[in-house]
């Protein structure tokens, strides 16, 4: 048996299963607008840069939506969620769908407990 291809391992495996737990995570519409249209805005500029090394991604609908894009696509949306993670509006947008309650322990110190939202 031959090991597995590592394109077809990380893009149509594992970096599909990142972006599908994603869109649970991030329910609220305005947050994935938000996402979505720095995608549109970083994927421009790299499409500008002179180093063609970055992968290429897909803008057709959105990043976090995971139909009709191919491997080598995925592996770009995953480069540049990484690089909106990265900013101060990014980061606002993908933490709304993952803190859920600040918590007070024992002494009364407020205390920000990491919760996925159900």
């Not at 599908?20 to 991030?26: K, M, V």
């Not at 805005?41 to 057709?60: A, L, N, T, V, Y």
Request: hydrophobic share 35%; aromatic share 4%; charged share 25%.
């Amino acid at each position: 048996m031959m090991p597995p291809e590592l394109l077809h391992t990380s893009g149509s495996g594992l970096i599909m299963y990142m972006f599908e737990s994603l869109r649970h995570l991030i329910p609220s519409k305005k947050s994935r607008e938000i996402i979505d249209e720095m995608h549109r805005k970083i994927s421009m500029c790299m499409q500008r840069q002179s180093e063609r090394d970055f992968p290429r991604g897909s803008i057709r609908n959105g990043i976090i939506d995971g139909t009709k894009i191919q491997s080598t696509e995925r592996r770009g949306n995953l480069f540049c969620l990484l690089c909106i993670a990265h900013t101060t509006d990014g980061i606002n947008a993908l933490v709304d769908g993952v803190w859920t309650r600040c918590i007070v322990d024992e002494n009364g110190n407020p205390k920000t407990e990491l919760q996925l939202k159900k």
